[in-house]
């Protein structure tokens, strides 16, 4: 292996060194920050709340995005291993074998979308990559297979015209662009190598090949330069029909929707609309749409909830099944089953129950966990909305008790689009202990967040909405005392002010910068890049608004955007 | 009616993804030299390099002992590396010398011997360059199957939404972060083959060795073809991805390595990544160990890196009194501790079972530890004060003699970190000058513990 670097690299310098003056400190759950922290980056210049002075995108690490360009840079994007797996179910009509075949995927910015404009495949994942092809061809192409139907003809001989026919059609299927004429006789000539004994075989292995191109393994996002003489590039019809496939459906582009992209129908809003709505209306669009608020709303922490028994020995898997099950309905329904306002997800009272659900909530319901019943919780009750599940009480709290900051923390991070820099490195993180003998409530032990002058500046804004939430416990079962002692669940964002979840999941609901959150957040997540602090969303938050807050609308108006199709130099 | 050669659920016959399966098993005999030293042939034993890593730090009063030197006190939470402390050496008083978020500080120097790139957003750090175990890699690892194995007990990888600097011990660079696999079975099938019934045909194996060779060869040129199209960032991916193509075609090539005689292929777990819940933590640890160092007798590699667990995904070890994660508790736990003292005391037990498993495989007239040079460390000295300072370490073994064993070694002067790292690196016969950057930048290795 002369010649040869073991990991050949590229520079390290080539993204400029920013001052890490922000981010100093632990990575804690309950820690202390910088003084002056009003809840956006201290130095951007702007006040609290306003929709465009929240996002969840670069601090002053920020690189590749070159000041205001709404979009990511030409290049390449990974195949997260559901679309892998979603795109050979379609492309082959097989299943990709077992559970931990791949390593997970890799998000970024809480985001698998933009971890697969930024990141690698690992060695043991290109590995798998290649057994896989040939597992899946392997089992396609084998006697009483389905490859009659696959490819479409009998082959009489390895140079029978129908191999060059199905490899052409495949392959554009696969590489989601027409193969080259190269490239086809590149995987003509392999049939023919490695038709032995027959043809099937040579067609397996080609099949396999073409799986582990990298023009499969990547959608390739370079552009064009813009006809129209703008500074940045224009996918190519292609490019856009991947990307809107993936997008709204999960999976590959199908022949319709690479049609309309060849004859280039996909170039004017009406030819894009048609295939959107298309797409839409698909099954795979409700389950691929999900993702994106599964990521955004941390829905799958439910799957790794952890208790401790003596504490909360009714916590068991099938408890945190009927949890997530709830959670996930709920927000499918409101996101894309019946669309409704996203936001009204924080103040909605109609929810499913199982038997044990019911009787964590306290609310009439089934006997048993295998009856689900739609039920609209009390209209006085402490529980309305997202913050009310007990999915996301139980995976925002510790195995034993609750977490104000991180429940706290995913109000004002992930619902706010507000940044909370790192505490600092000097100090003391661990919580006075409560006096001898004596119970405090969880507001009390925190008090010193908010009275330190090192920490309250950004518990100040954290903290609250966690204490909020103070009368469901570690489970999310409501209790009206701590330890005997009375909870107080008063706050206030932004000066309007809340006692209890149910309060604040109304104050949410109706909050600006909540929808403008979904907006930004969404529309990072369709580009598959994090945005700059100074890139206006405004149009797309107010197109959001007046559409009634429905997610299709925004997938509509995120794809109808000109910023959907422009990507900029290659970093 | 031509005779069908592709049966299904039979397609992994012969196809040898593993290494063993490709050279046949089971592996050479080594043979030795007179004082076991080499091999009969004198090919040298060759040395291997890894990493043990947990989250969050130690209690310093209870972890360092106060007697530098051969004579160190066994204190409470070196208490399970007792017997094997002939093995070891515990490191004091190094420092990591950059303020940052703490942890991903730690981390990024102990990885990197630099401090972290902040992208923004939330605790989003990724590390500016490739670690220093692929330094290592590239120095002892050329000809084996593997460069590297990269093993955990225990990950949540995806939930705590930090920087890709959080992920992994190891990273090829900026956006390559080298996960830790926690499926047993999924390392064993990727070290030792997937194990079919190899049934009685004639017919040829699909895929074949010399077709998926060709195909390789294909996906070569449509990889450089399309890197050249590229900007820089996109190249650096598709360069990891050549890397790991060339690494499938080394291993086609199945040239068998001498092994060594302690050498089998063990057999394949069944167990996955362990249950986020309840993780069976022991069973784990002790399952990673025997197939890291199955690996390391077969020479499959010479590297590896070994993360029991991260501070951000951690484990609530019941089974030990704790109602919260270990990181938690570095936190909430009030007085001196004790839960967290018993999960740092239980954490140094698992590393002794490493220790004890690596010993008990024969190397030359020895074990596969006087062949082996390991770091051991936390990225935090302790949890609840995050202090750079007393970043408790260790080295385990005699890297074929170039390290001493069995001193404690404390630095008087708060020494970078990176010492440890460039003392490895020396120790395992890199001819290197320096290590880090800016403040951790060192030319020199801890002297007292290499001979």
Redesign the interface.
Known sequence: ?QG????????????P??R?S??????????ATLAGCTGVIADSGTGSGGPDASG?????????LSGDFRGS????RLLSVSEYRATLRDLLGVEVPG??TF????????FTAIGAT??????????RF??VA??LA??V?????RRQDLVGCEPSSSTDPCIREFLASFARRAFRRPATAA?LD?YAG?VA??A???A??GL??AV??IL????F??R?E?GEPDAAGGEHLRLTGFELATRLAYLVTGSTPDDELLDAAESGALDDEQGLSEQLERLLASPAAQTALMTFLEEQL?L??V????K??E?FPDFT?ALAEAMAHEMYEVVRDVAVREPDDLLSLFSRRDTYVNGPLAALYGVPGPESANDWIPVTLPEDGPRAGLLGFAGFLASHS????TSVTKRGFFVV?KLLCR??P?PP?DV??????PPAGGHVTMRERVEQHMSDPSCKGCHLAMDPPGLALEHFDALGVYRETDGGLAIDATGEIDGEAFDGARELGELLAAHPDVSACFARRFHEYALGT?LGKKTSVTDLVGAFEDSGRRLPDLVRAVVLHDSFRLVS??? | MKRHTLHRRTLLQGAAYGMLAAVGLPPLEAMLNGNGTAHADGTPIPVRFGIWYWGSGVRRERFFPSTPGPNWEITPELAPLEGVRSEINVLGGFSVREGGIVHHIGTAVLKTGRGYIDHGGFFNTDVRAHSFDIDVARHLGADTAFPALHVGVYSDGQFNGEGLNTRALSHNGPGSPNLAETSPRAVFDRLFGVQTDVPSTDAAPFPSAEHRRSVLDIVNEQARALRARLGTADQARIDEHLEAIRGIERRLEANPSTGNAACQSPARPTQGAPDLRRPDMVLHNELMADLTAMALACDLTRVFTFRHHGWTDDPVLEDLGANATHHTLTHTEGGNQPTVHAINVFTMSQLAKLIERFQSVSVGGGTLLDHSAIMAYSEVGEGWSHSLDDIPMMTIGRAGGALRTGLYHRSTTRESVTKVNLTMMRAVGMDVEAFGEGPHRVTDPVGAIMT
């Open positions: 292996m040869r670097s073991l990991f050949g690299r590229r520079r390290s310098s080539r993204r060194h920013w890490q922000r981010f100093v400190g632990p990575a804690l759950l309950i820690g969840g995108g670069e601090g002053g690490g920020g690189e590749e840079s030409a290049g390449l559970t931990d390593q997970a995927d890799t998000p970024v910015q809480g930024r990141v690698a495949y690992s060695a043991p994942k290109v590995e290649e057994q040939y597992e392997g089992e192409f084998a006697e009483g297979g490239e590149t392999l190598s490695t032995d004994p027959d099937w075989t397996a292995y396999a090949a582990q191109s990298p023009s393994l990547y390739v370079l941390d799958h922490h799957h790794k909830i952890v401790v028994p504490a898997p510790g195995a034993a008790e991070s940044e909370i790192a490195g003391i993180t661990v919580l006075p202990e994090a130099a290659p970093r």
